[in-house]
């Protein structure tokens, strides 16, 4: 495979610096690897494999062409910045919200809906999931695919890492508040502060009551799992905690379900630990979680007055997991797709 020319737009962020690391211990090989971010972050030298890369800021570039773009830098980033790139043969893969339901768009999670990048997209460009769909939908892979599923209802529990490095920061800051015996910082990322506090939005809120978060779980996952009359709905809440998403899922479906049939799915579902009786004991929580590059699933039970529900615990690294390890992942396969333009 030939070194290839990759462009990483918001490199400085959360999702950003994982991606570099990521990328650095990957087997891809790079010929170029050229970092985007705000005017602000411009002339930061971050190292990748020996060499040090200077951040260029965003606004500056003229030459939008590579092999590949990861993009991380928000919705209007990448509405502005996306399809200039993929004009110049440049296959976008972005992390914002900004395509994801865009018919020529793909919306890929390799473990999950591999055929849907069997070939280029015309847009040149594939979406990368939202972080609480991907390791939903990872989760309930060899559950959605071997049962009749009538309903799932869930609630997330998502981490200040949602938000980025700034996320992090004032959390951080108004748990040292607080503990100090001083107000808590007026909230600038979350609608309340949310040092020991539980925040039940993430996302802005529809007339309906709905929020942006709990729209883009019921229809990502419809759109990857190719059933778009999938009953689901969701409540989002925020916590506080640094890194780490949890979901509790609820499936219930057209028949009664053997718990030892579900234990053997999920046992052998590639990329997902089950945390079970004589399988792994004890269940995964966000801050001791061992292995961060898959997905966790614990406390699956029957439920006993329904045999026809299941409840799982769900646990991810939604930096890794969730953002940069999809998107690198969305670019092997593209890799071995043939699908990179180029000599």
């Known amino acids: 495979m030939r070194a290839l020319d990759i462009t990483i737009v918001g490199a400085t962020g959360a999702v950003g610096a994982e991606l570099i690391k990521l990328l650095e211990t990957s087997q891809i090989p790079v010929s170029q690897l050229r970092l985007l971010a705000s005017r602000t972050s411009g002339g930061r030298r971050l190292r990748f494999r020996d060499e040090i ?12 062409k590579a092999d590949i773009a990861f993009f991380s830098a928000g919705g209007a980033v990448s509405t502005e910045y996306g399809p200039l790139f993929a004009a110049q043969g440049t296959l976008v893969i972005d992390n914002s919200n900004a395509f994801r339901m865009n018919p020529d768009v793909p919306l890929l999670v390799p473990q999950v809906n591999p055929n849907a ?3 280029r997209p015309h847009s040149s460009i594939v979406a990368n999931p939202n972080c609480s769909t991907i390791q939903l939908v990872r989760a309930l892979r060899p559950l959605v695919t071997t049962f009749a599923v009538r309903q799932i209802i869930l609630t997330t529990y998502q981490p200040a890492s949602g938000k980025g490095l700034k996320g992090i920061d004032e959390l951080l800051q108004g748990a040292r508040s607080a503990l100090r015996g001083r107000a808590s910082p007026s909230a600038e990322r979350f609608p309340l502060p949310l040092a020991f506090n539980v925040i039940p939005q993430v996302g802005k809120i529809a007339s309906n009551g709905i929020t942006l978060e709990e729209i883009k779980l019921v229809n990502e996952s419809r759109k990857i799992f190719g059933l778009p009359h999938l009953r ?7 916590v506080p905690v640094i890194n780490g998403h949890s979901a509790a899922v609820y499936l219930e479906f057209e028949e009664p379900v053997r718990l030892e049939r ?8 590639p990329g997902v630990r089950l945390y079970a009786s004589g399988i792994r004991e004890a269940y995964p929580t966000p801050r001791l979680l061992q292995d961060r590059a898959v997905v ?5 039970r029957v439920n006993s007055e329904n045999p026809c529900g299941l409840w799982i615990w769900v646990v991810a690294d939604n930096l890794q997991v969730g953002a940069a390890l999809n998107a690198l992942l969305i670019a092997k396969l593209a890799i071995a797709n043939n699908v990179i333009c180029g000599p």
């Not at 689901?232 to 925020?238: E, F, I, K, N, Y």
């Open 232 to 238: 689901l709905t969701a409540t989002c809440v925020r």
């Open 296 to 300: 966790h699933v614990g406390r699956v």
């Open 117 to 119: 990048l069997a070939s």
């Open 262 to 269: 579900v234990h053997e799915l999920l046992a052998t579902e």
């Open 53 to 64: 890369c200077i951040v260029e800021p965003l606004d500056n570039i003229v030459d939008t």
